[in-house]
């Protein structure tokens, strides 16, 4: 698990970011790491949560100020054996996570294929690192294409705009194979033990990887416009998709097989030039790959790639089409393009397979299972796409507070409490509190309330069993079945 | 597997599936599997396929057996072979405490018995799974049908499959799940996990199976094959077999005064939302948010008045079958729970309607009406559950009409579904179900918004 | 959760302490019960870190590895908990009850007596929750394909002899606990909470602690304080009042104690000092008794508490399906099968599912049937109805040879359930098995009208005592009384094609 924080801020900030960074008291801000991407799953209508996550509040330390801290915590015995195992993976050059994801992604390259680990600049700042991985992301491509290597990413660092407002990913590991393919590597802790694993977090390891690959797509997205930008023409990168274990039937016709030309290596200089040059790699992408929620989940529609590739994957849903199910809409139409078609372009190559690496048995041998992240995909994009904007929100603060000195003036957002907070969030007892104190029903849980429709707290639903509704007839069934 | 061809070269939607069923009986009849595996989207022809294909292989001089799911399916599908063919001597297979149907028996070719070896001879025997279980000390039938193979759990094709050698198993994929009630993750993973459907575990022992797909819809009209195929088919697309304009339902005016039990304003919705309907095939009629009990009184009226207005305006339905008046026959009322379908029933009595098919989504799969009228599973709930964001679900609420479909609901969906939690657990190994139920639940109501009434 | 356990829940938050769910007890619990508290390595597989076990609760045993990472130490504390354990277990395979039943030769057709063994009583471990079980479940995966010195071929690693035969129990019990009414391994939170509903969640009724403060707050205090107090309330030090249940420790206590405890026992070993290795594993023994005591306690609090409600009327015979499946496991091991695969077979899977589903549909009839707090679930959701016989009626069926007794018995209640004339409901707690059918409903009045159907014996009249009288209070179920058959299954050397063909 990743508790880093950003070190240094290195480009100027946006009037938001301002806000936020006032917001956290000057403190650097957290990247959206596990436990808050699990937080957003399990609370995904929250206020709350959502504005301390946008500003990368540590929720921790402000729960302790709050004076109901978390009981989150991990066993040191925990972290040694986590670090252990990670250790292992990454010795000699990630050797062993190599060799694991020869066997699993591509059986048939050879062995032989050089493997580049670059280095990501780990110790700058998350603008720098942004920028250092989306170079290194596109040289990877082009050593693939050229030399057919294996480049394995160590903790890259992407960013990914959340309702308006960027916030860091550090996925464990990237890897891009010699067939050009992009797979999102989840390293666990957790055992697969006897070919199964715990399904709950099985799940959160698969939305993580999820949330990894929009943002990878939103880089390609970037990387083919910036080639755009540079004058070297659309949509150079071509992906195989097809010719990995994840390539699946594709909805008919929108088979997303691009016909070939060659690596951008100058799309990558572009951006390479722009952080070397003191320019802001973000603002050198800017023109195309505007900062809007829908632009996240569709960044072939914003890009000229698109133009390359016509109809493909849009699926028009209108009846107004001819044609049979299948006829191109224009981009930024209304109507639904299947959530699950693949997107053109060099986001095409990020698969939707991710790799999860976990310790077999009861050994601390590593394993890799493939999991497929079409639905998580298709999820957490209408989830960003669909998100109340951090602006919004922050309406309801006033507008110089600092959490760091006034803790309780993160009452006046909106909380949405429910028991399933306790193992997400690190706020769930202050909010607790704040729901019995209002007599809440979902502190009994979320089905409770589903029981009791309009009535939402426990003091109106025991006055209800005096009526004559079902909670009345409950209530005397109760009473008769007791009194025996 | 079947693909569509792209549009420029496109032979008819008769065609199209023509050549899908020939490629489905010779696999069934001589195909180097065992096994024939074929995937049929709402209203594509699945009852039909299934006739005929008895049909060939009796003619063949084979003995045929046929499995389904629950006895009122098996009384269809003997009804439906006797009429195709009244020659034919079928054999109605049942257990001592479910006598067969009225409609299997009226005809003189059908033969019921609750023993096997009554039936043994005879060219089709029928009946359901559980019955079949219990069939022993006989040999086995060369071919079997399997029908709504997708509903069938895997244990119990482990216990029918000693009974036949070869089958075809058809079914709709996009429809509900079976279940257990009790938790089953010990055998989650496991290409045998005897909870999960039949087709799956087949389909993992028999990776040479390519499931074959019946490619058009000829129940659902243009206006609504796009959207349930990209909503709940996304990686097996099928069209409608008619072109927009084929299918018209035409209304009476509004102008019989409503009864005395329907408000005038919440009938000028109703008329409202009907007219949309007629035009465009969907209609939402959406009443202000509020928080409710399932049986929802409100929306519950709302739903008996799309219904009642309906039949007191009258119209006709034109389509490639000819016309035909809308009659209380011809439509039916999708909900989630069955209190809620009760209340509408009672709702509906008041108004005085009667003969209106009211029932849930479990039990309207495989039904075929021109208009339905659906109470959304989620409309007044503060929150949704796995239950009501079970894909199948809503898939056979959307995908049961000729002409138009009529949603009603309460605002505010949509707020619910984005503060919904997305923890569905993951396990490995395990073939992901498509679509997500959360993210098709969206889709649908985006696409509905289009249709929208409001009623106050 | 159903309406009733909503409002269960909604009145113990007003009461303040957690409101009966049951007016009897569902579950066997044994006169003096076999309690385990296992504590799990952080960060490790199934590897177990402490025990605290035994019948007497004044008298617990204490077992620790001392450095879990060991696995000599590891397999000597399993040793161990086999030396502790394995006599008690197969204290019960030596008391049996001979039973004989009449078995037709397939081949001949003749009819023979077999006699069969049913030990009379058998083990019960009690456990803090689902997740000691789900620990023990580990243990016996990793234990029972070990091999031993006394193996033909031992391997680099054997084990203590004992040791794959706990592994063996601890499987099987696990695998047990898996079916629906079984009491050989029970979870205490999980038995509390359904006999209880807390003015909390059922999230945070996993919380044994909090759990037991909701049940019996300490006098004067109300549940949600003591129920958070046990839950988070820590010293100053930042160590939690009350330790949690375990398996997991609470990770400052790791941090804080255990793990400097751990480091200064390595140093010792690692200086060969024996003396001194002794006192530091002491050292790691006292502080891990000291979180283990409390949780003791706790369970035979949750098993005083249990104790206080009479068992239910068929609490003995779901009992005695756990006699059976515990002299099965006996006899398995005593003609020396080998143990229990990694993965269910296709037939094996299917055949444990069917198991489960018919015995969770035969524990929801029990209970409806022994608990009217259970039947009031089923009458809410109009799946049954109780009321007072208003009259009856003699009638006959005469259509047959000789008459048949139908009366006509009329029953006025306040239920509403979902019953149309014609549909067949069934007696609950009758002399006999008995099928009625609904001839005519005043839903008004609260008046249902029906014809008995069976269970009146075979005369024209019927057997005294078979049809309610007026006044007396009836109860019908719109469900079956007793679970179906499960339909038979291949063996698994004829599964079929589609299913993979028999198992290799
Ligand atoms: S604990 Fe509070 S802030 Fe965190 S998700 Fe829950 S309600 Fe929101």
Same mark, same amino acid.
């Not at chain 3, 243990?139 to 029972?144: H, Y």
């Not at chain 3, 047990?176 to 029970?186: F, Y």
């Given at each position: 698990?990743?508790?880093?924080? $950003?070190?240094?801020?290195?480009?100027?900030?946006?009037?938001?970011?301002?806000?936020?960074?006032?917001?956290?008291?000057?403190?650097?801000?957290?990247?959206? /790491?596990?436990?808050?991407?699990?937080?957003?799953?399990?609370?995904?209508?929250?206020?709350?949560?959502?504005?301390?996550?946008?500003?990368?509040? /540590?929720?921790?330390?402000?729960?302790?100020?709050?004076?109901?801290?978390? *009981?989150?915590?991990?066993?040191?015995?925990?972290?040694?054996?986590?670090?252990?195992?990670?250790?292992?993976?990454?010795?000699?050059?990630?050797?062993?996570?190599?060799?694991?994801?020869?066997?699993?992604?591509?059986?048939?390259?050879?062995?032989?294929?050089?493997?580049?680990?670059?280095?990501?600049?780990?110790?700058?700042?998350?603008?720098?690192?942004?920028?250092?991985?989306?170079?290194?992301? %596109?040289?990877?491509?082009?050593?693939?294409?050229?030399?057919?290597?294996?480049?394995?990413? /160590?903790?890259?660092?992407?960013?990914?705009?959340?309702?308006?407002?960027?916030?860091?990913?550090?996925?464990?590991?990237?890897?891009?194979?010699?067939?050009?393919?992009?797979?999102?590597?989840?390293?666990?802790?957790?055992?697969?033990?006897?070919?199964?694993?715990?399904? *709950?977090?099985?799940?959160?390891?698969?939305?993580?990887?999820?949330?990894?690959?929009?943002?990878?797509?939103?880089?390609?997205?970037?990387?083919?416009?910036?080639?755009?930008? %540079?004058?070297?023409?659309?949509?150079?990168? $071509?992906?195989?998709?097809?010719?990995?274990?994840?390539?699946?039937?594709?909805?008919?016709?929108?088979? &997303?097989?691009?016909?070939?030309?060659?690596?951008?290596?100058?799309?990558?200089?572009? &951006?390479?030039?722009?952080?070397?040059?003191?320019?802001?790699?973000?603002?050198?992408?800017?023109?195309?790959?505007?900062?809007?929620? *829908?632009?996240?989940?569709?960044?072939?529609?914003?890009?000229?790639?698109?133009?390359?590739?016509?109809?493909?994957?849009?699926?028009?849903?209108?009846?107004?089409?001819?044609?049979?199910?299948?006829?191109?809409?224009?981009?930024?139409?209304?109507?639904?393009?299947?959530?699950? %078609?693949?997107?053109?372009?060099?986001?095409?190559?990020?698969?939707?397979?991710?790799?999860?690496?976990?310790?077999?048995?009861?050994?601390?041998?590593?394993?890799?299972?493939?999991?497929?992240?079409?639905?998580?995909?298709?999820?957490?994009?209408?989830?960003?796409?669909?998100?109340?904007?951090?602006?919004?929100?922050?309406?309801?603060?006033?507008?110089?507070?600092?959490?760091?000195?006034?803790?309780?003036?993160?009452?006046?957002?909106?909380?949405?409490?429910?028991?399933?907070?306790?193992? %997400?969030?690190?706020?769930?007892? $202050?909010?607790?509190?704040?729901?019995?104190?209002?007599?809440?029903?979902?502190?009994?849980?979320?089905?409770?309330?589903?029981?009791?429709?309009?009535?939402?707290?426990?003091?109106?639903?025991?006055?209800? *069993?005096?009526?004559?509704? &079902?909670?009345?007839?409950?209530?005397?069934?109760?009473?008769?079945?007791?009194?025996? | 597997?079947?693909?569509?061809?792209?549009?420029?070269?496109?032979?008819?939607?008769?065609?199209?599936?023509?050549?899908?069923?020939?490629?489905?009986?010779?696999?069934?009849?001589?195909?180097?599997? +065992?096994?024939?595996?074929?995937?049929?989207?709402?209203?594509?022809?699945?009852?039909?396929?299934?006739?005929?294909?008895?049909?060939?292989?009796?003619?063949?001089?084979?003995?045929?057996?046929?499995?389904?799911?629950?006895?009122?399916?098996?009384?269809?599908?003997?009804?439906?072979?006797?009429?195709?063919?009244?020659?034919?001597?079928?054999?109605?297979?049942?257990?001592?405490?479910?006598?067969?149907?009225?409609?299997?028996?009226?005809?003189?070719?059908?033969?019921?018995?609750?023993?096997?070896?009554?039936?043994?001879?005879?060219?089709?025997?029928?009946?359901?799974?559980?019955?079949?279980?219990?069939?022993?000390?006989?040999?086995?039938?060369?071919?079997?049908?399997?029908?709504?193979?997708?509903?069938?759990?895997?244990?119990?094709?482990?216990?029918?499959? +000693?009974?036949?050698?070869?089958?075809?198993?058809?079914?709709?994929?996009?429809?509900?799940?079976?279940?257990?009630?009790?938790?089953?993750?010990?055998?989650?993973?496991?290409?045998?996990?005897?909870?999960?459907?039949?087709?799956?575990?087949?389909?993992?022992?028999?990776?040479?199976?390519?499931?074959?797909?019946?490619?058009?819809?000829?129940?659902?009209?243009?206006?609504?094959?796009?959207?349930?195929?990209?909503?709940?088919?996304?990686?097996?697309?099928?069209?409608?077999?008619?072109?927009?304009?084929?299918?018209?339902?035409?209304?009476?005016?509004?102008?019989?005064?409503?009864?005395?039990?329907?408000?005038?304003?919440?009938?000028?919705?109703?008329?409202?939302?009907?007219?949309?309907?007629?035009?465009?095939?969907?209609?939402?009629?959406?009443?202000?948010?509020?928080?409710?009990?399932?049986?929802?009184?409100?929306?519950?009226?709302?739903?008996?008045?799309?219904?009642?207005?309906?039949?007191?305006?009258?119209?006709?339905?034109?389509?490639?079958?000819?016309?035909?008046?809308?009659?209380?026959?011809?439509?039916?009322?999708?909900?989630?729970?069955?209190?809620?379908?009760?209340?509408?029933?009672?709702?509906?009595?008041?108004?005085?309607?009667?003969?209106?098919?009211?029932?849930?989504?479990?039990?309207?799969?495989?039904?075929?009406?021109?208009?339905?009228?659906?109470?959304?599973?989620?409309?007044?709930?503060?929150?949704?559950?796995?239950?009501?964001?079970?894909?199948? +679900?809503?898939?056979?609420?959307?995908?049961?009409?000729?002409?138009?479909?009529?949603?009603?609901?309460?605002?505010?969906?949509?707020?619910?579904?984005?503060?919904?939690?997305?923890?569905?657990?993951?396990?490995?190994?395990?073939?992901?179900?498509?679509?997500?139920?959360?993210?098709?639940?969206?889709?649908?109501?985006?696409?509905?918004? +289009?249709?929208?009434?409001?009623?106050? | 959760?159903?309406?009733?356990?909503?409002?269960?829940?909604?009145?113990?938050?007003?009461?303040?302490?957690?409101?009966?769910?049951?007016?009897?007890?569902?579950?066997?619990?044994?006169?003096?019960?076999?309690?385990?508290?296992?504590?799990?390595?952080?960060?490790?597989?199934?590897?177990?870190?402490?025990?605290?076990?035994?019948?007497?609760?004044?008298?617990?045993?204490?077992?620790?590895?001392?450095?879990?990472?060991?696995?000599?130490?590891?397999?000597?504390?399993?040793?161990? @908990?086999?030396?502790?354990?394995?006599?008690?277990?197969?204290?019960?395979?030596?008391?049996?009850?001979?039973?004989?039943?009449?078995?037709?030769?397939?081949?001949?057709?003749?009819?023979?007596?077999?006699?069969?063994?049913?030990?009379?009583?058998?083990?019960?471990?009690?456990?803090?929750?689902?997740?000691?079980?789900?620990?023990?479940?580990?243990?016996?995966?990793?234990?029972?394909?070990?091999?031993?010195?006394?193996?033909?071929?031992?391997?680099?690693?054997?084990?203590?002899?004992?040791?794959?035969?706990?592994?063996?129990?601890?499987?099987?019990?696990?695998?047990?606990?898996?079916?629906?009414?079984?009491?050989?391994?029970?979870?205490?939170?999980? =038995?509390?909470?359904?006999?209880?509903?807390?003015?909390?969640?059922?999230?945070?009724?996993?919380?044994?602690?909090?759990?037991?403060?909701?049940?019996?707050?300490?006098?004067?205090?109300?549940?949600?304080?003591?129920?958070?107090?046990?839950?988070?309330?820590?010293?100053?030090?930042?160590?939690?009042?009350?330790?949690?249940?375990?398996?997991?420790?609470?990770?400052?206590?790791?941090?804080?104690?255990?793990?400097?405890?751990? =480091?200064?026992?390595?140093?010792?070993?690692?200086?060969?000092?024996?003396?001194?290795?002794?006192?530091?594993?002491?050292?790691?023994?006292?502080?891990?008794?000291?979180?283990?005591?409390?949780?003791?306690?706790?369970?035979?609090?949750?098993?005083?508490?249990?104790?206080?409600?009479?068992?239910?009327?068929?609490?003995?015979?779901?009992?005695?399906?756990?006699?059976?499946?515990?002299?099965?496991?006996?006899?398995?091991?005593?003609?020396?099968?080998?143990?229990?695969?990694?993965?269910?077979?296709?037939?094996?899977?299917?055949?444990?599912?069917?198991?489960?589903?018919?015995?969770?549909?035969?524990?929801?009839?029990?209970?409806?049937?022994?608990?009217?707090?259970?039947?009031?679930?089923?009458?809410?959701?109009?799946?049954?109805?109780?009321?007072?016989?208003?009259?009856?009626?003699?009638?006959?069926?005469?259509?047959?040879?000789?008459?048949?007794?139908?009366?006509?018995?009329?029953?006025?209640?306040?239920?509403?359930?979902?019953?149309?004339?014609?549909?067949?409901?069934?007696?609950?707690?009758?002399?006999?098995?008995?099928?009625?059918? @609904?001839?005519?409903?005043?839903?008004?009045?609260?008046?249902?009208?029906?014809?008995?159907?069976?269970?009146?014996?075979?005369?024209?009249?019927?057997?005294?005592?078979?049809?309610?009288?007026?006044?007396?209070?009836?109860?019908?179920?719109?469900?079956?009384?007793?679970?179906?058959?499960?339909?038979?299954?291949?063996?698994?050397?004829?599964?079929?094609?589609?299913?993979?063909?028999?198992?290799?």
């Amino acid at each position: 698990m990743d508790h880093s924080t $950003h070190a240094r801020v290195d480009q100027p900030l946006t009037p938001l970011e301002t806000r936020l960074a006032a917001l956290r008291g000057g403190a650097a801000a957290r990247n959206m /790491d596990a436990r808050a991407l699990a937080a957003l799953a399990a609370n995904p209508g929250c206020d709350r949560r959502a504005v301390l996550d946008a500003a990368g509040v /540590d929720k921790a330390a402000l729960a302790t100020r709050l004076g109901s801290p978390a *009981t989150f915590g991990q066993s040191p015995f925990a972290i040694t054996r986590g670090l252990v195992f990670e250790r292992r993976l990454r010795a000699e050059r990630c050797a062993e996570l190599v060799a694991l994801l020869r066997t699993e992604l591509l059986p048939e390259a050879t062995a032989q294929s050089p493997v580049e680990v670059p280095d990501l600049l780990p110790s700058e700042g998350p603008a720098v690192r942004a920028a250092r991985t989306r170079v290194a992301l %596109a040289e990877a491509t082009a050593n693939a294409a050229a030399g057919r290597a294996w480049t394995l990413l /160590d903790r890259p660092l992407l960013r990914l705009d959340v309702a308006g407002s960027t916030v860091s990913l550090e996925p464990d590991a990237i890897v891009i194979g010699p067939d050009g393919r992009w797979t999102v590597v989840e390293i666990k802790s957790f055992p697969i033990l006897d070919g199964s694993a715990d399904p *709950t977090k099985v799940g959160a390891a698969a939305r993580q990887a999820a949330v990894y690959v929009l943002a990878l797509r939103t880089t390609a997205a970037a990387l083919d416009a910036a080639a755009a930008t %540079a004058q070297i023409g659309p949509g150079l990168v $071509h992906p195989r998709p097809g010719t990995g274990p994840a390539a699946r039937p594709h909805p008919s016709g929108a088979s &997303a097989d691009v016909p070939g030309a060659d690596v951008p290596r100058a799309a990558a200089h572009a &951006a390479a030039d722009a952080v070397g040059s003191g320019l802001s790699p973000a603002d050198a992408t800017t023109p195309a790959a505007p900062r809007l929620p *829908t632009a996240v989940g569709l960044p072939s529609a914003a890009t000229s790639a698109s133009a390359a590739t016509p109809g493909a994957g849009a699926v028009a849903a209108g009846g107004t089409a001819s044609g049979g199910p299948e006829a191109a809409l224009p981009a930024g139409a209304a109507a639904h393009a299947s959530p699950y %078609a693949e997107p053109v372009g060099l986001a095409a190559a990020v698969r939707t397979t991710g790799l999860l690496v976990c310790p077999r048995d009861f050994s601390n041998v590593a394993v890799a299972a493939p999991l497929d992240l079409r639905k998580q995909l298709a999820v957490t994009r209408r989830q960003l796409a669909r998100m109340t904007r951090i602006e919004t929100l922050l309406a309801a603060l006033p507008e110089t507070v600092r959490l760091d000195e006034a803790p309780e003036a993160v009452d006046t957002l909106a909380h949405a409490y429910a028991p399933e907070c306790l193992a %997400a969030c690190e706020l769930a007892f $202050h909010c607790r509190t704040q729901a019995r104190a209002a007599g809440a029903v979902e502190v009994l849980g979320r089905g409770v309330r589903g029981e009791l429709g309009s009535l939402t707290t426990v003091e109106a639903a025991l006055e209800a *069993t005096a009526g004559d509704g &079902a909670l009345a007839r409950a209530a005397r069934l109760r009473e008769e079945a007791l009194a025996r | 597997m079947t693909t569509l061809p792209t549009p420029a070269a496109s032979p008819s939607p008769g065609e199209q599936a023509d050549a899908a069923v020939a490629a489905i009986l010779a696999s069934a009849l001589h195909g180097g599997e +065992r096994g024939t595996v074929v995937d049929s989207p709402p209203g594509a022809g699945k009852s039909t396929l299934v006739v005929k294909a008895a049909r060939e292989l009796v003619v063949t001089g084979e003995r045929l057996m046929i499995v389904a799911q629950t006895n009122s399916q098996v009384d269809d599908l003997v009804d439906r072979l006797a009429q195709a063919d009244p020659g034919l001597a079928v054999g109605r297979l049942h257990g001592s405490d479910a006598l067969p149907g009225e409609i299997a028996m009226r005809h003189p070719g059908v033969v019921a018995s609750t023993k096997v070896a009554d039936l043994r001879e005879l060219p089709v025997v029928v009946a359901t799974a559980a019955k079949w279980q219990w069939v022993k000390d006989t040999d086995p039938w060369h071919h079997a049908i399997v029908d709504e193979a997708y509903q069938m759990r895997s244990d119990a094709l482990l216990a029918v499959a +000693r009974l036949f050698e070869r089958a075809l198993f058809v079914g709709d994929p996009g429809q509900l799940d079976p279940f257990s009630i009790v938790g089953t993750d010990d055998w989650a993973g496991l290409h045998h996990d005897p909870s999960q459907s039949a087709v799956v575990t087949l389909l993992a022992h028999n990776p040479g199976i390519v499931p074959h797909r019946l490619p058009v819809s000829w129940r659902l009209p243009a206006s609504a094959a796009p959207l349930v195929s990209d909503a709940f088919y996304p990686f097996t697309p099928f069209r409608a077999g008619t072109e927009p304009g084929d299918r018209l339902l035409e209304l009476g005016p509004a102008t019989p005064p409503p009864p005395p039990g329907l408000a005038p304003s919440l009938a000028r919705a109703a008329d409202e939302v009907l007219d949309v309907a007629a035009e465009s095939g969907w209609g939402l009629l959406e009443l202000p948010a509020r928080l409710t009990v399932r049986t929802d009184p409100e929306a519950v009226a709302a739903v008996a008045a799309v219904v009642a207005r309906l039949l007191a305006r009258g119209g006709e339905t034109r389509s490639e079958r000819g016309s035909a008046p809308v009659d209380a026959g011809r439509i039916a009322v999708g909900t989630a729970h069955r209190d809620q379908a009760a209340a509408v029933r009672g709702a509906l009595a008041a108004l005085g309607v009667t003969d209106v098919t009211v029932d849930t989504a479990n039990r309207l799969q495989g039904r075929e009406y021109d208009v339905t009228v659906v109470l959304h599973p989620l409309s007044g709930r503060p929150d949704a559950t796995a239950f009501h964001l079970e894909t199948g +679900r809503l898939c056979v609420l959307a995908s049961r009409h000729r002409h138009a479909c009529i949603v009603v609901t309460r605002a505010g969906i949509p707020e619910l579904l984005d503060a919904h939690p997305s923890t569905e657990p993951v396990q490995l190994g395990v073939v992901s179900k498509f679509p997500d139920g959360w993210e098709a639940n969206h889709a649908v109501l985006e696409h509905l918004r +289009r249709h929208r009434v409001a009623a106050r | 959760m159903s309406l009733l356990t909503t409002l269960a829940r909604l009145e113990a938050v007003r009461a303040g302490v957690a409101q009966p769910l049951a007016t009897v007890r569902h579950r066997h619990l044994a006169e003096r019960p076999f309690v385990l508290v296992p504590l799990a390595a952080a960060g490790e597989t199934g590897a177990p870190l402490a025990v605290l076990l035994g019948q007497d609760r004044e008298n617990p045993r204490l077992l620790t590895v001392p450095q879990p990472l060991d696995r000599d130490l590891r397999f000597a504390f399993l040793a161990r @908990l086999g030396d502790e354990l394995l006599p008690y277990l197969e204290s019960f395979g030596a008391d049996v009850e001979l039973l004989e039943r009449s078995v037709k030769d397939p081949e001949s057709g003749e009819k023979t007596v077999e006699v069969r063994e049913l030990c009379a009583d058998a083990p019960q471990l009690v456990v803090p929750n689902p997740g000691a079980m789900e620990l023990l479940g580990l243990v016996g995966r990793s234990t029972r394909f070990r091999r031993t010195a006394e193996d033909v071929d031992p391997g680099p690693y054997p084990v203590p002899a004992r040791v794959p035969l706990l592994g063996r129990w601890l499987t099987h019990l696990s695998e047990r606990s898996n079916v629906p009414g079984s009491s050989l391994l029970l979870p205490l939170t999980t =038995t509390l909470s359904r006999h209880w509903a807390t003015g909390q969640s059922s999230l945070e009724d996993a919380h044994l602690g909090a759990l037991l403060a909701w049940i019996a707050p300490p006098p004067g205090e109300r549940g949600e304080r003591a129920a958070s107090r046990a839950e988070n309330g820590r010293d100053e030090r930042g160590r939690l009042l009350v330790p949690p249940a375990g398996p997991a420790t609470d990770p400052a206590f790791d941090s804080l104690l255990l793990s400097p405890a751990v =480091t200064r026992y390595d140093a010792a070993r690692a200086a060969q000092d024996e003396r001194l290795t002794r006192a530091r594993a002491e050292e790691i023994d006292a502080l891990l008794e000291s979180v283990l005591l409390p949780v003791w306690h706790q369970v035979w609090q949750g098993v005083d508490l249990l104790r206080t409600l009479p068992p239910a009327a068929h609490v003995v015979e779901r009992w005695e399906s756990d006699r059976w499946s515990y002299t099965g496991h006996r006899d398995r091991v005593a003609a020396g099968e080998p143990p229990q695969p990694l993965r269910d077979d296709a037939v094996t899977a299917a055949r444990k599912l069917a198991q489960r589903e018919r015995e969770q549909v035969r524990l929801d009839l029990e209970e409806a049937l022994d608990d009217p707090l259970a039947m009031a679930e089923h009458r809410l959701a109009g799946q049954a109805f109780a009321g007072e016989v208003v009259e009856v009626l003699p009638a006959y069926d005469t259509s047959g040879r000789s008459p048949k007794p139908r009366p006509l018995v009329t029953v006025r209640t306040e239920d509403r359930p979902h019953l149309d004339p014609g549909g067949e409901v069934h007696r609950a707690a009758g002399p006999a098995a008995q099928r009625a059918e @609904l001839v005519q409903l005043d839903a008004e009045a609260g008046l249902l009208t029906l014809r008995l159907l069976s269970g009146m014996g075979r005369k024209k009249e019927p057997e005294p005592g078979t049809v309610p009288e007026a006044g007396e209070q009836v109860c019908f179920t719109l469900f079956e009384l007793s679970a179906r058959q499960s339909a038979p299954l291949p063996e698994p050397e004829d599964t079929p094609w589609t299913h993979g063909g028999p198992p290799r």
